[in-house]
């Protein structure tokens, strides 16, 4: 470690510096050499450390630059990466012994350490420190264990990286993509078989891990095939040994890579386990790489709404099926009498046929509903109690000194800007048939 330490004027000229002693030398005359209060040695003594003190302070004010260096010797990075896919095993070469390779690698780097600073990794779809002699991966990405180096030692001085591989990747992209960000040599050791061979695989799927119930969800399966050209492909999703979607792909080259969008049917509440898998091929080098998990959890978002009747009306029926046409919707209908008060913030929304009456106050009721913040649709009829329901909500007063019943259009308002109305929208609102509803005069809040 070497340093160095510079010194350099800013924009003034360093011919200030004399300014500053002349100045201080004259202002410490004044203050204790024409002065003759005290002995000789002490105005010498004080004079001397008055002219240091002026000098220095009036020095500082030119801003003078005093710059450190600190040089460091650091020795280049040489980066082995040896490749730990199962391939390099199952496809070695006659004259290839395990156990030889790794006392090379490691001497390899004994003899290089003199000169460079030697780091070892080991890779298959992840890329770790030190070298591994298990060579079990399943899944190899030369492309990110590339790109990871180049994260952690691009700013550093990279002499070489050395790759020990047999060049076969089933994940990623193309390491000769990756390779020039390195700026560096990079030095192969050709390890196994490097041809090509047959295998079909699943890279990896893309998937919500959250559903709702009644829906369906897809996952994005992540389908390559190699030497297969021509073959049809047979992929599978079953779920506790029941197979729920099938579907065949068409390999249409001899390097196939594609994305088959699943679509699963979400019919049960809870944590599902899919196992996606392709049926094994003939002469398929691996058949551990054709199979991926998923796990979904099937949520019920549904919204409740209950239907409440006091007696059977045909609109309760009408009213019913049109909403279950919406999957996001659960009905149910019950008679006021058979329901169970104490479940009413069980549901999103009640909807009250002719209710409140004459004969049942719903006022307490309908008072619980308010506190949790319930939703009310009120269907007016003969039967409505307009007094009650004048009481029960604020938005609509209906004054009417009868029970009688007048029929109605739907009119689109001009001054409402909420939102606007289709002209086919308008048309099918002016040819609906009327509806009953109670006479008298309405007001809003």
């Not at 070469?93 to 600073?117: A, V």
């Not at 002499?159 to 192969?188: C, E, M, Q």
């Not at 049926?279 to 949520?299: C, D, F, M, R």
Request: aromatic share 10%; hydrophobic share 40%; proline share 3%.
């Amino acid at each position: 470690m070497i340093y160095l330490i510079s010194f350099s004027w800013g924009t003034v000229s360093g011919w200030w510096t004399i300014i500053c002693l002349t100045i201080a030398i004259l202002y410490a005359s004044g203050l204790y050499l024409l002065s003759a209060k005290k002995q000789i040695t002490q105005r010498g003594l004080l004079f001397a450390i008055r002219t240091i003190a002026v000098f220095i302070i009036s020095f500082l004010l030119l801003a003078p630059l005093f710059k450190t260096v600190e040089k460091r010797l650091q020795k280049p990075l040489v980066l082995i990466l040896q490749d730990n896919s199962l391939s390099v095993k199952q496809f070695q070469t006659k004259n290839f012994k395990q156990k030889s390779f790794f006392e090379d690698l490691r001497q390899l780097k004994n003899n290089l350490g003199n000169d460079y600073e030697v780091r070892e990794f080991h890779f298959d779809k992840k890329l770790l420190n030190e070298f591994s002699d298990s060579l079990n991966g399943k899944q190899t990405d030369i492309s990110a264990a590339l790109q990871n180096l180049n994260n952690q030692f691009g700013n550093q001085n990279i002499g070489a990286v050395i790759l020990a591989s047999d060049g076969l990747y089933n994940r990623g992209s193309s390491p000769l993509n990756i390779a020039p960000n390195l700026k560096t040599n990079i030095y192969t050791i050709a390890l196994g078989d490097t041809i090509s061979q047959k295998d079909i695989l699943i890279d990896h799927a893309e998937y919500n891990k959250t559903a709702f119930l009644g829906n369906d969800f897809t996952a994005d399966v992540y389908v390559e095939a190699k030497q297969n050209k021509g073959n049809n492909l047979h992929l599978q999703v079953t779920e506790a040994g029941k197979t729920v979607v099938k579907q065949q792909v068409k390999v249409l080259s001899s390097d196939f890579k594609i994305t088959v969008p699943v679509k699963i049917k979400a019919d049960k509440k809870g944590i599902h386990k899919y196992q996606i898998s392709l049926l094994p091929v003939s002469g398929e080098i691996s058949t551990s790489n054709n199979t991926a998990a998923i796990y979904v959890e099937v949520i019920d978002n549904r919204k409740k709404i209950l239907i409440l009747y006091d007696a059977p009306h045909p609109d309760v029926a009408a009213i019913r099926q049109s909403l279950e046409k919406n999957q996001n919707y659960e009905v149910k209908t019950s008679l006021w009498a058979d329901f169970d008060q104490r479940t009413l913030n069980n549901y999103n929304l009640l909807i009250l046929e002719q209710l409140p009456n004459n004969r049942i106050n719903i006022q307490p009721s309908l008072s619980q509903a308010a506190k949790q913040k319930i939703s009310l649709w009120y269907l007016l009829g003969a039967q409505s109690n307009l007094s009650q329901l004048n009481t029960l909500q604020k938005t609509v007063n209906i004054s009417s000194t009868n029970q009688s019943a007048q029929e109605v259009f739907a009119a689109p308002d001009a001054s409402f800007t909420a939102f606007i109305l289709s002209d086919s929208a308008r048309t099918k609102i002016s040819n609906l048939p009327p509806l009953l509803a109670p006479f008298g005069n309405y007001s809003s809040s």
